[in-house]
């Protein structure tokens, strides 16, 4: 039994910022593994799943972090974007939500912070 870091990514408009034309909602989804939970390694995720679905480095350079609760109701989520030249998009390029999970034989369990036992 370990305790590890798990990140849900969600890259929406995969291939669009190495496109130069109109480009389909095409969303990528996945759980993953990562280090910790910080901004930057969120960010280096989405960029090696980027570029898995055509998306370069280069093409984006000039992603940035968005304040979250613009697009999601989620807590702690982390939210990049990229807009493209002349085409403004009303939804992210990727949304990520890192959390603690379990992994046990292979297998990954959600942990949910509670407020503890009570003294009285």
């Not at 990562?34 to 570029?51: K, P, Y």
Request: hydrophobic share 40%.
């Amino acid at each position: 039994m370990e305790l590890v870091t798990l990140a849900e990514v969600a890259l929406h408009r995969a291939g669009s910022a190495s496109s130069l034309g109109v480009v389909s909602d095409r969303t990528v989804a996945g759980t993953y593994e990562v280090a910790d939970e910080a901004v930057d390694t969120l960010r280096e995720l989405v960029l090696r799943i980027a570029e898995k679905h055509g998306d370069s480095r280069e093409s984006l350079k000039t992603m940035t972090q968005e304040l979250a609760y613009h697009y999601t109701p989620v807590q702690g989520a982390v939210v990049f974007n990229i807009q493209a030249r002349n085409v403004f998009y009303s939804t992210p390029y990727a949304t990520c939500v890192a959390f603690p999970a379990l992994r046990i034989n292979g297998r990954y369990f959600k942990l949910d912070e509670t407020s503890g036992p009570r003294a009285d």
